[in-house]
């Protein structure tokens, strides 16, 4: 295997043994992304997507065609992530006890094998000023031991956890990437929260709602059955994805019948 050395040349060029590459900004709404204008076509990706894969790609010494490479390196990565938190408190300002995070594919129902979950110490949150409730305090009391002991043994620091949840984005998703929760204004609200000023590794105009995209009987598809939650935040993202991923089937499948 040997390192491709890549050029960067004036504005959006950029040279490999000769060739040129342009790399076109293109914006869609408020989410930015970036395309690779090669001898097969454009390939979108975001900036990170362009630093990573075109200055430090490993390739075959008997390749010589870049633009397969970084169709296999581009199409390795995910499109979607799942995220669940468990709190005591429903206000933005909530302590957090854990979070999770599985990236996965809708089109496909690929799901990573690569997991992010932390069970986090709430105590020194509250020290923090981070806030419970009391309803939601007699709630978890209210749980099963097996659920309690899950929760309520962290140790994670909730900063700390927050910045390695970038880097799980990084590593497996576009930067172009739906963000889903159950629901957005409770997960996603309180989770952005906590990120206290650092960069949150999504824009709010990729925030997808679980409950709203499963509402089946509004969908038209009758009534079916979902898998209920277990407060086990990487047991409910697993449980959250196939039933996304099962709805977006339905949904296609009915889409090329109608069209027949």
Request: glycine share 4%; net charge negative.
């Amino acid at each position: 295997m040997e390192k491709l050395e890549i050029t960067q040349l004036k504005g959006n060029f950029i040279l490999y043994k000769g060739k040129i590459y342009q790399v076109l900004d293109v914006s869609l709404g408020f989410s930015r992304r970036y395309e690779i204008k090669t001898d097969l076509g454009y390939i979108y990706c975001s900036l990170f997507d362009v630093e990573k894969f075109m200055s430090s790609i490993l390739i075959d010494k008997d390749k010589s065609n870049l633009e397969v490479e970084i169709w296999r390196k581009l199409d390795g990565r995910f499109t979607d992530i799942m995220i669940d938190i468990e709190t005591l408190d429903t206000k933005p300002t909530a302590a957090i006890l854990s979070i999770a995070a599985v990236a996965f594919n809708l089109e496909t129902g690929k799901i990573s094998e690569n997991t992010y979950y932390h069970q986090l110490d709430y105590v020194r949150q509250i020290e923090d000023n981070r806030t419970t409730s009391i309803q939601t305090t007699l709630w978890w009391g209210a749980q099963s031991e097996e659920t309690q002991e899950e929760n309520f043994n962290g140790e994670k620091y909730l900063y700390q956890s927050v910045l390695e949840l970038n880097e799980y984005f990084q590593k497996e998703c576009f930067t172009d990437r739906r963000v889903w929760a159950k629901s957005p204004a409770f997960d996603l609200v309180i989770l952005k929260n906590a990120y206290e000023g650092a960069v949150v590794p999504w824009h709010y105009t990729n925030e997808r709602d679980v409950r709203t995209y499963c509402d089946s009987n509004n969908l038209g598809l009758g009534p079916l059955i979902f898998l209920p939650n277990t407060h086990h935040p990487l047991e409910d993202c697993l449980a959250q994805i196939r039933d996304v991923c099962a709805i977006y089937t339905l949904l296609h499948d009915r889409s090329k019948n109608e069209d027949i």
